[in-house]
């Protein structure tokens, strides 16, 4: 097995490509992207990076779990002949599944990886909101709503909000936590100059401009300044002192 290295490509503008990635991608025979839709990759093929995507496999697959696992087995495929540069939007390390599934592996199998860092688009979305996560954000999946209980004493940045039916779905979830006019702030392409959008909305409006969601669409919802505690802050209390 040949060395495989992992770029992340950052949230899609040039400002936010490391100069190390920038060299990697152009100098490379060949890049694999897990996906070619992203702002980045036009400006990169525009200045000679020459690549492959795995694009094709989203349409083979209604889960997205069998499409990770599918481009993690071809990279295998890959490196059994050859050096391997593949490249993932933002930070390989924050929300890439395929990054944990080829190191879980090239761990078992003795296969070098290398990491080439990349600017997480989280940190698109706190620049652009100047907002300042130390003060307790909770990072969330919006297409894993079912695993989780909102409590609403602390901020959410919900990823993934791709198309309005997840938006829909989303607001319908949070509606059970706070009132039907709380404010969010839904992100579109953040750092991004001529793509950014961000729009402040209430809550049961949240989802009314199905154009706003896209794959580079996230809500940030700001706890109310008024909090009071819930049947879900109780339970949570309750599992904390019971110790479970």
Request: hydrophobic share 40%; with cysteine.
């Amino acid at each position: 097995m040949h060395k495989i290295t992992i770029v992340g490509m950052g949230p899609g503008s040039e400002s936010f490509l490391t100069m190390e990635a920038y060299k990697i991608l152009l100098g490379s025979d060949c890049v694999h992207l897990r996906t070619e839709n992203h702002p980045i990759v036009r400006t990169l093929k525009d200045q000679g990076m020459v690549y492959k995507s795995f694009d094709h496999l989203y349409e083979k697959s209604e889960k997205f779990d069998d499409v990770y696992q599918s481009i993690s087995d071809s990279i295998f495929e890959l490196c059994e002949n050859n050096e391997v540069v593949y490249a993932v939007p933002g930070n390989p390390f924050v929300a890439e599944k395929t990054v944990s599934l080829i190191l879980e592996r090239a761990k078992a199998e003795d296969v070098e990886v290398e990491i080439v860092h990349g600017v997480s688009f989280i940190d698109a979305i706190i620049t652009s909101l100047h907002y300042d996560p130390v003060v307790g954000v909770s990072i969330l999946d919006a297409l894993a709503l079912d695993v989780v209980e909102v409590q609403t004493g602390q901020d959410y940045l919900w990823i993934q909000v791709y198309n309005s039916t997840i938006a829909s779905n989303l607001k319908l979830k949070l509606m059970e936590s706070y009132e039907d006019d709380h404010m969010v702030t839904v992100i579109q392409a953040a750092g991004i100059p001529e793509l950014e959008r961000i729009v402040s909305k209430h809550l049961y409006e949240m989802d009314h401009e199905p154009e706003l969601f896209d794959h580079l669409t996230s809500v940030f919802v700001k706890r109310p300044l008024n909090h009071k505690y819930g049947m879900s802050d109780l339970v949570k209390i309750m599992r904390t002192l019971m110790g479970s």
